[in-house]
């Protein structure tokens, strides 16, 4: 198919699927419509293009499970994969966040470029040439103000027994967005900047850096930057060996006040977020290019190590320390998202001592933690954490509130057979049976599908 075919025929289908609909079963099954078509575009299907494919179905049918904002998230970012590998396959797949920001931005105005989407065609028969000069231009002129007259004015539409059974505005409202979204995915548009520079992005060095070993600064020759690298992480390790060691005294033999756990789990898990972030910081500022091929730099490189190891098991001491919290007063969605910025952390320190142990440019750490997150958006949208959350915490009676358990998502069978007796918790009870029965009132279309399986009480 044509790159205005696609545009068009996909702007009816949105049209048919979101008229008069909220967002629900209706964005899963265009998005898995999107999904076969531009899988059928790639002449060589690699492994990658297949794990993507997969993913954006996978993604698709949590969306149409769950309808919340991570499935949403994993969605989006499956489809906008897929499709950029199927445009730009030459580019790196971080270099698509930019992308659909500048398509986005420059699609309110490149749809007036015509020759950049449609194709020129020359009519040469006269006959043909009246007919869309003298009928068909005229007549959708005519159509569409008819139309739009109708609504000011009962008795000109009944001029023609004429009665439209269409909501005007918000039908060219939705016609106009589903143009947008599906001209601006069939259409990307990358500046040649990103081509050029796209070399920046790669994992490998080039043979020239490889052999022009040159200090950061020009001010300082490479010795000196060498031996102030050393100094900088004798003293950082020896540092982080004290932090460490006062770190794991307070939290598991300093005594705390129950109420004041909390507030200092929190400060703990979040000097540690920082601590991660400027580690990685230090590392890929002395090995962005010339100490990873300096000979004179293996005493920079082991400490390098050490400094890596050391942050990992402050990592450790957090996630033990986590745990310890979960298990006095139970599962959070906050608690489950400390866990998983730990194991990007963790798995961050992972490519950091890979990336120094095997030479590879900065770019390469950015390109792997990219596809651990979308890897971690992805596992978060299949699982349906608030059951998890709610299972869990009756298990061990520990944050098993019926306000609480109420504010959680996607729980409704557990936290029914733990509260039998609706008057125990009556306002909440039914506020979250309305919600239910709200959700299960919709059209298909528009529908959640885990409401459908869920029987209100």
Known sequence: MKK???????????????????????????????????????????????????????????????????SFLALFSSLIFLQFQNENSKL????????????????????????QWLPETKINNDGAKKLIAFVLIPFLFIMLFFIAYSYGSDTFSGLLDYELDIDFWPFILITIFGFYFSFSYW????PDYFYEK??????????????????SFSFLDIDFERKSGEISLVLL??????????????????????????????????????????AVGVLLFYFKKAFNFDSNAKSLKRLS??????????????????????????LTYKR????????????????????????????????????????????CSFVNWGNIITSYNISVNKGAEPKYLKSLNYNEEFRQKYFPDSSIHSVDYFDKNRDIEYEQSKSFLSKALYYQFVTSK
């Open 92 to 115: 790196k797949i971080i270099q698509s966040i930019p992308a659909v920001i500048i398509t986005g931005i420059t699609s309110l105005g490149r749809p007036f470029i015509f020759n």
């Open 4 to 70: 205005h075919h696609l545009i068009l025929g996909c702007t009816a289908i949105f049209v048919f699927l979101f008229y008069k609909e909220s967002v629900g079963v209706n964005l899963s099954l265009f998005g898995i419509l999107l999904a076969i078509l531009v899988f059928i575009k790639f002449k060589k299907k690699s492994i990658l293009i297949k794990i993507l494919f997969v993913s954006s179905l996978l993604s698709c049918i949590a969306f149409a499970w769950y309808g919340d904002f991570i």
């Open 237 to 278: 390790n020896i540092m982080l060996v004290v932090f460490i060691g006062t770190y794991n005294y307070e939290q598991f033999f300093k005594e705390q006040a129950t109420n004041a756990l909390s507030a200092a789990t929190h400060d703990r898990v979040n000097a540690v977020i920082i601590s991660i972030i400027m």
């Open 336 to 379: 489950l998202g400390v866990y998983a910025f730990l194991a990007i952390a963790l798995i961050g320190l992972g490519f950091t001592y890979y990336k120094i142990k095997n030479q590879k440019t900065n770019a390469f750490l950015f390109n792997q933690m990219l596809w651990c997150f979308y890897g971690l958006i992805l596992f």
């Open 187 to 190: 259409n990307y548009w990358v």
């Open 305 to 330: 190590k050490i400094w890596v190891i050391l942050n990992a098991i402050l990592i450790l001491s957090s996630v033990i320390k986590n745990t310890e919290y979960i298990i006095h007063f139970g």
């Open 198 to 215: 796209s070399y920046l992005l790669n994992n490998e060095f080039s043979e020239e850096s490889k052999q022009n070993v040159t200090p």
